[in-house]
């Protein structure tokens, strides 16, 4: 499966974006999907995932009541709602695709697809 991503930019402490992925298989909903992210000079972080019929989500404690994960399977895409951004959410964020189980949702290394990446830049 192809992935890509869109939808950062740049925006105010407290604004809100919305991240699409789009994916380029119609086996999507066989996917686990999730978002990461990756700051300048950081490791690249887990974010929020959501189970293959949208059944199940689950969000790092860090962006919890802030950002929301959603996918639609009739369109192929996930999507990732942020909301009351701050500086500290600056980073590249990724979308991902896995085949693997639930219990292992949140390391990177359960991905084996990866979108391009897309820069949200959120300035004080």
């Known amino acids: 499966v192809q992935l890509q991503a869109f939808g950062g930019g740049f925006v105010q402490a407290g604004g809100s974006l919305r991240l699409s992925c789009a994916a380029s298989r119609r086996t999507y909903n066989n996917y686990v999907m999730a978002w990461f992210r990756q700051a300048p000079g950081q490791e690249r972080e887990f974010v929020a995932v959501m189970s293959r019929n949208g059944g199940s989500t689950d969000h790092d404690d860090s962006v919890k009541g802030r950002f929301a994960i959603s996918r639609d399977n009739a369109k192929n895409t996930v999507y990732l709602q942020l909301d009351s951004l701050t500086p500290g959410d600056t980073a590249v964020y990724f979308c991902?695709?896995?085949?693997?189980?639930?219990?292992?949702?949140?390391?990177?290394?359960?991905?084996?697809?990866w979108g391009q990446g897309t820069l949200v830049t959120v300035s004080s």
């Open positions: 991902a695709a896995s085949l693997g189980t639930w219990g292992m949702r949140r390391p990177v290394a359960s991905y084996g697809y």
